[in-house]
């Protein structure tokens, strides 16, 4: 499957972000920044996502309605990792896709078998209005943060 291109909707997708038995349709009302990572807890990862805990008053400033980050981990995991990396709280929505399924609708997994035991995703960002791609950006390498990255996408919206 090719990746989802600017333009492209956003497939619907019921989403698990706090527990593995409860899910709730993505909300992709007005602007969203959506964001995929390879793994929970991973070296590259646990560096790229404070920034966007930061600046999240920047992202709400500018519009976004939510910030979503997507990993190929369960629920039990995802939490822990958003408690890890934000301890005081924040409005950034970590959502576990534990089978990968919506992380491969949009053409995104990665294939890290020999890493991280299998199906993950690709390291991509994509701003959307309301179920639509606005922009897409994609790492060239999973440890690559770069325009993916929260100031980069700041400049973007």
């Not at 698990?16 to 070296?43: C, H, M, Q, R, W």
């Amino acid at each position: 499957m090719s990746i989802i291109a600017q333009g492209a909707t956003i497939p619907a997708a019921d989403v698990k972000e706090n527990a593995p038995d409860s899910t709730s349709p993505l909300e992709l009302k007005g602007k969203n920044v959506l964001i995929g990572v390879p793994g929970a807890f991973t070296t590259p990862c646990n560096g790229h996502l404070p920034e966007f805990i930061a600046k999240y008053d920047e992202f709400k400033a500018k519009g976004v309605n939510n910030v979503y980050v997507f990993a190929v981990n369960d629920t039990f995991v995802t939490k822990a990792w958003k408690e890890f990396l934000a301890p005081e709280g924040t409005g950034v929505r970590f959502i576990a896709d534990d089978q990968g399924k919506f992380v491969s609708s949009l053409g995104l997994q990665l294939d890290a078998t020999g890493l991280l035991g299998g199906l993950r995703s690709k390291r991509w960002a994509i701003i959307a209005d309301d179920d639509k791609v606005s922009k897409i950006f994609v790492e060239d390498a999973p440890p690559n943060v770069t325009v993916t990255a929260a100031g980069a996408l700041l400049k973007e919206l």
